[in-house]
């Protein structure tokens, strides 16, 4: 462990104290990153908490915060006051009252370079298989990529390495030779509750970044000699790996910030012509480009999963994507995909992704809806669509849902946005007659009408289907059309009747 007043001595940090003089020699265990207004329950003791002070909103914000923070046995804040005009009084107060040391990050810095300086600082204080890991740190120094740094881990550990997304997918793997059942490894350590677990000859650790959709690192070959510093070893290696995501993640991060405009244009704004220049202009799409939009609704509190969710479900896409928070509404994650090569079984591919995390969803329900594709003229029609798409997926009974509105006829996109006291009235206005004639007599005339209409109106093919003579089938259609007072051999009537039936499914 370090000091919290050795990282302020880091010369490329450049922190300044804010807070706390007499509490620096306070040992730092971990660092982790949270725009949380209360992360009590992502918070261990010992740790550097990392802020941008995305959360902050007015004074009364900072006690909650902090006292987070005390209860939890945090060993001090660092916070950028970039987006605030400076570190607010009130915080530096609340850190006084709770005994937090408060370190002020300068407005220029990046939180991946604090990340990786803190993680840096940290593992050079440990004792345990030195010079495996000054390599490994060597490495990660020279930022070498995630497939070269599990190359390195593999060979220190004299085993081979993967790296793997909590649905299953293999993020990155020292080899390509040796076989690893992927989505089992996965299951497993969500079952674990994403602690460090060993099954099958294989030991699969967390990376401790706090993700609310983690990463699992899987070291193979279970070695029986110097287990103490091959587990120190593998250890270093998924810290070191979590740094290599959370730069990533950085980058991400920045990206997707440059489709705001396009992503409020989804949320329904209205966009002049030289913000919708710009976004196109920093995003590098063009008016041309294909684009299908994604919206998804993840469980609550979880705070960015639904955001994390997409971005795994994206992750192999061949086109560009950017991911969000809806604008508008707070309560969907957003996706703008270039789709100019587009899976045909995207949604049943991206169903199986999410029931695979199901462990940590905690009972909640993940549903998805897709729209488009379309070019940025029809950006707002492919957003509606993808929100009915949303509808529909909602109305289902399983734990996982995504529709999308090519796998959907369109009467039904246009009954997903029809309000629940609309669908009542339709269905008694249409249906009135003959629902209350079937609940009288016990008869059986709805379902009669409604195979008889899928059967596009053949008296033979509903006979059939429905195992009765074609002249008792024709005698029930003339009955209902008496009951309804319309004629149900009328193509414009048909067709009423059945988006009434249809409306009949969704209020059952």
Not at 37 to 56: C, F, M
Not at 269 to 289: M, N, P, Q, R
């Amino acid at each position: 462990m370090t000091p919290v007043r050795t990282l302020l001595e880091i010369p490329d940090l450049r922190l300044r104290l804010r807070s706390g003089a007499a509490l620096l020699d306070r040992e730092v265990s971990r660092i982790y990153g949270t725009e949380l207004p209360d992360p009590s329950r992502y918070l261990s003791a010992g740790e550097l908490v990392l802020t941008g002070l995305l959360w902050w909103r007015a004074d009364d914000d900072a006690e909650p915060f902090v006292t987070a923070l005390a209860d939890a046995g945090a060993a001090a804040l660092a916070a950028s006051g970039a987006d605030t005009g400076g570190i607010p009084a009130e915080l530096v107060r609340a850190c006084e009252r709770h005994r937090i040391p408060l370190l002020e990050v300068p407005p220029d810095l990046s939180f991946a370079v604090i990340t990786e300086r803190v993680v840096l600082a940290l593992a050079g204080d440990r004792e345990d298989s030195p010079g495996a890991r000054k390599r490994l740190l060597s490495a990660a120094t020279e930022h070498a990529s995630l497939p070269e740094l599990l190359r390195h881990g593999a060979a220190e550990l004299d085993a081979p390495c993967w790296v793997l997304a909590a649905t299953g997918r293999i993020v990155a793997a020292s080899t390509q030779s040796e076989p690893l059942d992927a989505a089992a490894a996965a299951r497993a350590f969500l079952d674990a509750g994403c602690r460090t677990v060993v099954r099958d000859g294989l030991t699969l650790l967390p990376l401790g970044d706090r993700s609310p959709l983690p990463w699992l690192l899987v070291v193979g070959g279970d070695r029986a000699d110097r287990p103490t510093a091959r587990a120190a070893v593998a250890e270093e290696l998924a810290s070191l790996v979590a740094l290599d995501r959370s730069r990533s993640e950085q980058v991400r991060g920045v990206t997707d910030r440059l489709a705001a405009p396009l992503l409020r244009l989804v949320g329904g704004a209205a966009l002049s012509e030289g913000e919708l220049a710009g976004g196109l202009g920093a995003t590098g799409l063009t008016t041309d480009t294909a684009l299908r939009v994604l919206l998804l609704s993840a469980p609550e509190p979880t705070p960015g999963l639904g955001v994390h969710l997409l971005v795994e479900l994206l992750a192999e896409h061949p086109g560009r994507s950017f991911v969000g928070e809806l604008p508008q509404d707070g309560e969907h994650a957003c996706a703008l995909v270039e789709t100019n090569e587009w899976p045909a079984d995207w949604a049943d591919t991206a169903t199986a992704a999410l029931s695979a995390v199901e462990p940590l969803l905690r009972g909640g329900r993940v549903r998805a809806g897709i729209g488009g594709p379309v070019t940025i003229a029809g950006l707002r029609g492919a957003s509606e669509e993808a929100r009915h798409a949303l509808a529909l997926a909602a109305r289902g009974t399983d734990r996982i849902g995504v529709v999308s509105g090519e796998q959907i006829g369109t009467h039904q996109l246009l009954l997903a946005g029809v309000a629940d006291e609309f669908r009542h009235s339709v269905r008694r206005r249409t249906l009135g007659p003959l629902l209350a004639y079937d609940e009288a007599q016990q008869g059986d005339l709805v379902r009669t009408v409604r195979v008889f209409l899928e059967c596009s109106g053949s008296p033979g093919a509903a006979a059939k289907a429905l195992h009765v003579h074609v002249n008792t089938l024709r005698y029930r259609i003339a009955r209902a059309s008496e009951l309804l007072g319309k004629d149900l051999t009328d193509f414009p009537t048909q067709v009423d009747v059945y988006l009434a039936l249809c409306v009949e499914d969704r209020l059952a």
